[in-house]
T-cell receptor, first 118, second 111 residues
């Protein structure tokens, strides 16, 4: 299965600053997904990132707050802009890949980036 | 709109016990259902995936079942071990590429 690397793994940020999270996949993928997991909560999809086009944002998430880049088929970045303590979460990058033996579309995640905003 | 519910929210069992985690979903038009494990502060590890045409999948001590008509899936863990302590998440993939997650079941296996 695909190996997904995220940087940073964790960071402590000051209110009002911005942070960019990187996601690197060891194979080419069409779609990459960014999720947020707030403390004690489940995962919420922020946006879907396709190479060569604008990201598609879910309800409640906007490009000005969470700009996303997808310059090629193995890399994406998510920026959390003008951070507030409410942005303290784990941010996770994921991809869908097709299993060779079953043909099933499996969702695979990176280890996540844990952000704390003071 | 698909909604995914997991019961119980938390579970504590003694080592060696067999246990069942439940997942229910409101829209039966699903593509697949995937069970994940998440350790505290970490990412998600895929455990089992059941396609909509399948009834169950097994991997080692884990068995996941799917009943689309009733909107339910269960994850059965046999002979639980302290290393199984984690949060277990159910994720349902419907039409398109969106996957909806349940809130998870926090499992604690006591030695």
């Amino acid at each position: 299965s695909a190996v997904i690397s995220q940087k940073p793994s964790r960071d402590i940020c000051q209110r009002g600053t911005s942070l960019t999270i990187q996601c690197q996949v060891d194979s080419q993928v069409t779609m990459m997904f960014w999720y947020r997991q707030q403390p004690g909560q489940s995962l919420t999809l922020i946006a879907t990132a396709n190479q060569g086009s604008e990201a598609t944002y879910e309800s409640g998430f906007v490009i000005d707050k969470f700009p996303i880049s997808r310059p090629n088929l193995t890399f994406s970045t998510l920026t959390v802009s003008n951070m507030s303590p409410e942005d303290s979460s784990i941010y996770l990058c994921s991809v869908v890949e097709q299993e060779s033996f079953s043909g099933a579309n499996v969702l695979t995640f990176g280890a996540g980036s844990r952000l704390t905003v003071l | 709109k698909q909604e995914v519910t997991q019961i119980p929210a938390a579970l504590s069992v003694p080592e060696g016990e067999n246990l069942v985690l439940n997942c229910s979903f409101t829209d039966s038009a699903i593509y697949n259902l995937q069970w994940f494990r998440q350790d505290p502060g970490k990412g998600l590890t895929s455990l089992l995936l059941i396609q909509s045409s399948q009834r169950e999948q097994t991997s080692g001590r884990l068995n996941a079942s799917l009943d689309k008509s009733s909107g339910r899936s269960t994850l059965y863990i046999a002979a639980s071990q302290p290393g199984d302590s984690a949060t277990y998440l159910c994720a349902v993939k419907g039409g398109g590429f969106k996957t909806i997650f349940g809130a998870g079941t926090r499992l604690f296996v006591k030695a």
